[in-house]
Every structure is written in structure tokens, then in C-alpha cells.
């Protein structure tokens, strides 16, 4: 019988409760399973999708336009995470099962309801440790975002973040259902039976209803898998998260309510009843709210600054009403481009979707399909596009507003990149699995009374069990970590001198692109032999005593144009990134990234040549320059945006253009100096995006 006393307690310790459920986890054979199978899961996709987003990379080196289309989200991110998703759909509900389902089978739930805890409280640490077991089995799929990182991959850090929030309440919501599974069934087997045909269930969903409208639509909404698809788009949706969190909450209730021997079924029926109905009131409250925000870089989601700004102002109701079948893939394009981007933006939309007709061939042949109706104010129209640049007008027109004039800004670059992937595959296939066998060796040795547990796992986990994996991955993954620097331009003064850039040779200054701070290097005023103005104090800011012998090289450097930065005091390692645009010179249009640069003036730069189409590693020594590896037919064309980058080990050096590597050189000694940025004679350049990660 449960002792009467219990249910009143207070202030009992959680950690210790929550130490015995950690080592359980911990201790057992399905997380380590999981996570073995996790990681040539994981790493297959990944190197996949390292293969053909390499591929496309190549194809798109001469077409900017092409360029602008590879987004690492896409072709990185969302397919590496995809297979970590199938494994947490099929296998984590047995990692979470085992938190509850053994201590039912063997009788241990009866003595773990007499401790001094509430069934929530429990419950609620039995949800921690699902937490736990979900961050390790992410461990694979965590790791190869360091290592996109690390080989030199872009990544937005609010798109990572939106998609792992994303799975993360996915796993704790499959994690929840588990418990729910195992706490009204009688053994694990068939709590796994219960959550897989929730998960399992959830794809027959999307396979067969999703998409149709009426109550269908609704009831598809009710798939576990719709909460990924919003977050791999890139929109954070406030209705969404406050609704996964809900459903969380909900079957962690209803888990709480069955938890309890000795209660009799009638009642935990009405109380799972009063869950449910508190449940679906509370989501209901939540599709109220409208917010949400586009993390995409590409603003995939959201129509162009000035025309959200303009319908975020109509504030009157917008009714559309739709004549296409839910299949029909004019209604897709429509959905994406047009329609979804109505409803976040403006306040008032409503649509309804005309076609009765389920099938796309029957209902092809109503006089009015294909057909858009929009009213706003008394006004309506038809049109019969999907694109935005029909229909938006034709919004204004019924508005009586004129459409926006457009706000200038930056054009989504594209990120392409060509590398090798066969890192990662000896990662995820021999180096990692063999860390998860050891670290699984060693939880097999931890100890059994919980209060050692707490104070040797808990208290000082940075020298238990998962003391290899963590070192281990930071030791192999340690550059991805390091923090990048970037000059930052938009509080620099347009015509001025950049302030966090030293210009020591030629005449550098902001200036306004499109409404957009760039720094430019204007050979249209060089004259040869003139230096910085107020060289002196600039050479003596960077060298301190030591700015005669700097100056006195300089002078014979007054060729070529350069500035130093001024927050990087010695680069060793790691990668200087830039992008650049020739925009005119007779004799050259050079742009390049100068590293190695002694208190004396000797330094190294990689240049690229609007000119020319090459890529040249100069030295530059004691007043002489000369070539040190010469690469031919990269092409640069003038007037476009390329990006340029120097990778640096030791004394090795790699540089790169346009996301492909061209050039590698060993130096005989190691790099070590300040750095900056390059140019030649005449040259009018623009540079954007001067960005250093120093690794060590």
C-alpha cells in the first residue's frame, strides 16, 4: 500500500533521484547500441552529402547564379540530420522505454512510489535523464557540424540552432510518449509496440493525408514528424514550440497519472480524461499565436523587406480563396511561395481552398479551376499565377496602397565549396565507434550505490565516463571551436579610414554599396612610392620601437596597397577568409590576403587577379618580391563578388577561390605575424567579410 505520508512530503533531494536514473541510462546496453549505429549512420549522409554538395560547388565556380542556390542548410544540415532523425524515430523509443519499462517488469516501481517524491517529480526526472540519453546519441550528428566547420564550411549559427531545437523537441517528445507507452503497459516489449505505432504512425500521416483539407488536414497536423519539417525550413514558430512543448507536458501528465500502482483504472481514466481536455485547450490557445521568425540568410521565407513592410501594415482582412486540388503542384508552388509568407506576415488572412473534388484529374474540369480569388475591402480580383510578382501587386491594387519602393539589401552569396570528405568517413567509421566502446566499457564498471554515483558521475562527470568521448572530440575537432574574428563595417564612417583595419601603403576608406558598408581600395588616386597618410603613427601603433625598421621596408613595398589588422596580433594557424570585387584598373585588379608580416615588413600574401585569372603566392623579403607558387586559369571575372581563402598548418599553405583549392606550398618555416589585406598599383576594389579563425 502507498504509505500516506509520501504523497505530502516536501523538499526531498532530486539529484539523488535523478543520479540512479542517469546510471541506468548510462549502464545499459540500448544508448551504447544506439549510438554505435548512430555514427556510420550519421556519417554515410553526411559523406553524402559532402559528395554532392561538392559536385554542385563545381558546377556552379563559374555561375554566381548557380552559387547562390547552395545553402549548407540545405545541402549539409538537413540531410546529415535526417538520418540521425530515422534513428531516433526507430531507435531511441527503446533507450527512453528502459528509464520506466524494467523498474515495471521487475517489481522496483513499487518500492521507487513509497520514496518521498511526487509521481510528477519522477516523472519529470525520468524526462531529464531521456534529456541526457538524447544529448549523447547526438554526439555523431553534433560532431560532423565541427567538422563541417573545420573544413572550412559555412555555417548561420541561427539556422544550426533553429534545427537543433528542432530535433531536440522531437526527441523529448518521442521521449515522452515512451514513458507514457511503458507506464500504461506491462512490459518494455510492448511499450515499444505502443511508441513506435505513434512514430511509425506518424509517417503513415504524411504519406496518405497530408496535404488534403478539411478535418484530414487537421488530423495530419497531429504527425510527429510535422514538428521537424518547419524547423529544417528555417522559421522558428512560436505557436509550434509552445505547442511541441504542450504535447510534451501532456504525455508526461498522462505518464504521471498511470505511473502509480494501486490506483484503480476508473480513476486514473478520469484524470487522464481532465489531462486531455487540458491538453487540447491549451494547443488550441496556442494556434492563436502568429509569430514567427525566418533565420534563413537566404530569407527563403519572407518576401522582399519592403514588401513585408508594406503588408505588415494592411491591416484589413485579406480573403483568398483557392480553385486547385490539394495535389495539383500549381497549389504547392502557391502554398510556398505565396501563401504561407501571406499568413506570417499579414495580420488578418484567411484562406479557404474552393475545390471539392479530392482527386487533381475530376476536378481539373471545373469552369473556374485554377482560379485565385482575392478580396480585401469590398475589392476582389483573379488571377491565376503563383508568383509573387503578379500577386503582390494585385494585393496593393485592392489595398489602394502603391507598391513599396525596394530597400536595398545584401544578395544572398551562396556558399560553395569543394573538399574531400574522407575525414569524416574515418571518423564516424573507425575513430568515434571505437570511443563509444571504451566509454561503454567504462560505464559498465560504474559504481551502484547512488550516492558514489552522484559524487564520481554527476559531481565530477569530466573524469567518468564520458571523459573520453569529450576529450577526445574537442582534442580532434579543437580548430572548429575556435572563435572566428570578423571586421565588422557597419559603424564604420562612410569616406573614412576603416577603424579596425591599419591602412599602411595606398588609399583605403568605407564606402556605400547599395546601402551596405564595404571597405574599398581606390588605386584610382595611387601614385607610386606614396604611403599611407600619417604612416609614422600607424607604424609606430603596430611596432611599438621598432617602427623605423618597418618603415624604412615599407617604402620599398609603396607598390602595393595593404592594411593590417589590428585585433590579430600573431596568426599561426587556421583559415583568413574574404570576399572581393574588382571593379576597375588598368594595370591590375588585385586582391589579396597578406599574412606573415614581420616587425621588419617582410611578409606573405595570396592574390587573385581580375586580370589575369591566376592565383599567386608572393613573398615579399628585404625590399624584393618574388613568386613563390604560381597557379594559371582561375577564373575571376571583373564586376563579380569571389570569395578567397588561406588555410594555414604550421607551414603549410593552401588557398582557395571560390570555395576550390587551387594552391598548396610548404613553407620551410612556420607562419607567424600579423595579417591583412593586399592589393596592386591601380586597383579599385571592394572587400566584404574579412573574417580570421586562429586555431592552435
Known amino acids: 500500500m502507498l504509505s500516506p505520508e509520501t504523497s505530502l512530503a516536501r523538499g526531498a533531494p532530486v ?171 506491462e512490459s518494455s516489449a510492448t511499450a515499444a509496440i505502443v511508441t513506435l505505432a505513434f512514430t511509425i504512425g506518424s509517417w503513415v500521416l504524411d504519406f496518405t493525408i497530408a496535404g488534403r483539407p478539411g478535418w484530414l488536414e487537421w488530423f495530419a497536423h497531429l504527425s510527429l514528424t510535422q514538428v521537424i519539417r518547419t524547423f529544417e525550413q528555417g522559421l522558428l514558430s512560436a505557436s509550434l514550440i509552445a505547442g511541441v512543448v504542450i504535447a510534451i507536458c501532456g504525455f508526461a501528465a498522462l505518464a504521471a497519472v498511470w505511473l502509480p500502482p494501486g490506483i484503480a483504472v476508473q480513476q486514473k481514466l478520469m484524470r487522464s480524461t481532465v489531462c486531455v481536455g487540458a491538453t487540447a485547450v491549451a494547443l488550441l490557445l496556442v494556434t492563436q499565436i502568429k509569430a514567427s521568425i525566418d533565420v534563413t540568410e537566404d530569407r527563403r521565407n519572407s518576401f522582399a523587406l519592403a514588401d513585408t513592410n508594406q503588408l505588415a501594415s494592411l491591416s484589413g482582412p485579406l480573403a483568398i480563396t483557392v480553385h486547385l486540388a490539394p495535389e495539383d503542384p500549381r497549389y504547392v508552388d502557391l502554398q510556398r511561395n505565396v501563401l504561407a509568407k501571406l499568413e506570417r506576415v499579414m495580420p488578418r ?59 536595398p539589401s545584401a544578395e544572398f552569396p551562396g556558399y560553395p565549396l569543394t573538399i574531400d570528405g574522407a575525414f569524416a568517413l574515418l571518423w ?24 558514489m554515483f552522484l559524487k564520481e558521475v554527476v559531481v565530477n562527470s569530466s573524469t567518468k565516463t564520458l571523459l573520453i568521448i569529450a576529450v577526445s572530440v574537442i582534442a580532434v575537432l579543437l580548430p572548429a571551436f575556435a572563435a572566428p574574428i570578423k571586421v565588422d563595417l557597419t559603424n564604420e564612417m562612410a569616406g573614412a579610414e576603416p577603424k579596425g583595419l591599419v591602412p599602411v601603403v595606398g588609399v583605403w576608406r ?47 613595398y609603396a607598390y602595393y596597397p595593404y592594411v593590417v589588422a589590428k585585433d590579430v596580433e600573431d596568426f599561426k594557424n587556421g583559415e583568413i577568409t574574404v570576399r572581393f570585387e574588382g571593379l576597375s584598373g588598368r594595370i591590375d585588379q588585385g586582391a589579396g590576403i597578406l599574412f606573415n608580416l614581420k616587425p621588419n615588413g617582410d611578409y606573405l600574401t595570396i592574390r587573385a587577379n581580375c586580370l589575369e585569372n591566376n592565383l599567386v603566392l608572393w613573398k615579399f623579403e628585404k625590399g624584393r618580391r618574388s613568386s613563390v607558387e604560381w597557379v594559371r586559369n582561375t577564373p575571376t571575372a571583373t564586376r563579380q563578388w569571389h570569395d ?50 586562429a586555431s592552435e
Not at 358 to 380: D, K, T, V
Not at 445 to 451: A, D, E, T
Open 510 to 556: 568605407i564606402e556605400n554599396d547599395s546601402g551596405k558598408k564595404l571597405l574599398a581600395v581606390d588605386g584610382r588616386q595611387w601614385k607610386e612610392g606614396q604611403s599611407s597618410a600619417g604612416i609614422a603613427d600607424k607604424a609606430r601603433a603596430l611596432y611599438g620601437e621598432r617602427y623605423a625598421e618597418f618603415l624604412d621596408r615599407v617604402q620599398a
Open 644 to 693: 578567397l581563402k588561406v588555410r594555414i598548418v604550421g607551414n603549410k599553405v593552401e588557398g582557395y577561390l571560390d570555395g576550390k583549392l587551387y594552391l598548396q606550398h610548404t613553407l620551410p618555416q612556420p607562419v607567424s605575424g600579423k595579417i591583412g589585406l593586399w592589393s596592386k598599383a591601380d586597383s579599385y576594389m571592394h572587400f566584404d567579410d574579412f573574417t580570421v579563425v
Open 349 to 407: 488572412v484567411s484562406i479557404r481552398l474552393a475545390t471539392v473534388r479530392q482527386s487533381f484529374a475530376s476536378a481539373a474540369g471545373e469552369e473556374a479551376y485554377g482560379e485565385i480569388e482575392y478580396r480585401y475591402g469590398g475589392r476582389s480580383d483573379t488571377s491565376s499565377s503563383t508568383s509573387p510578382r503578379e500577386i503582390l501587386p494585385l494585393i496593393y491594387a485592392l489595398a489602394g496602397v502603391p507598391p513599396p519602393a525596394p530597400i
Open 428 to 451: 564516424f567509421l573507425a575513430i568515434l565507434p571505437i570511443l563509444v566502446i571504451l566509454a561503454w566499457w567504462r560505464s559498465r564498471r560504474l559504481p551502484s550505490n547512488n550516492q
Open 15 to 185: 539529484w539523488p533521484l535523478f543520479a540512479k536514473e542517469l546510471r541506468e541510462v548510462i549502464s545499459g546496453r540500448a544508448l551504447w547500441t544506439l549510438l554505435l549505429l548512430v555514427c556510420p549512420l550519421v556519417g554515410y549522409s553526411f559523406f553524402q552529402a559532402i559528395s554532392l554538395y561538392g559536385e554542385a560547388s563545381a558546377a556552379a565556380a563559374n555561375s554566381p547564379v548557380l552559387a547562390t542556390g547552395l545553402s549548407p542548410l540545405d545541402g549539409i544540415l538537413v540531410p546529415t540530420f535526417g538520418s540521425f532523425y530515422v534513428a531516433v524515430t526507430l531507435l531511441f523509443p527503446f533507450v527512453a522505454i528502459r528509464v520506466l519499462g524494467e523498474e515495471k517488469q521487475s517489481g522496483a516501481l513499487r518500492l521507487l512510489v513509497q520514496l518521498p517524491y511526487r509521481t510528477v517529480t519522477v516523472v519529470g526526472v525520468k524526462l531529464a535523464a531521456v534529456f541526457v540519453a538524447w544529448l549523447l546519441c547526438a554526439i555523431p550528428v553534433l560532431s560532423s557540424v565541427l567538422i563541417w566547420r573545420m573544413m572550412g564550411g559555412h555555417l548561420s549559427p541561427a539556422e544550426i540552432a533553429t534545427l537543433l531545437l528542432g530535433h531536440l523537441l522531437y526527441g523529448l517528445q518521442i521521449g515522452a510518449v515512451a514513458l507514457f507507452a511503458a507506464s500504461t503497459t
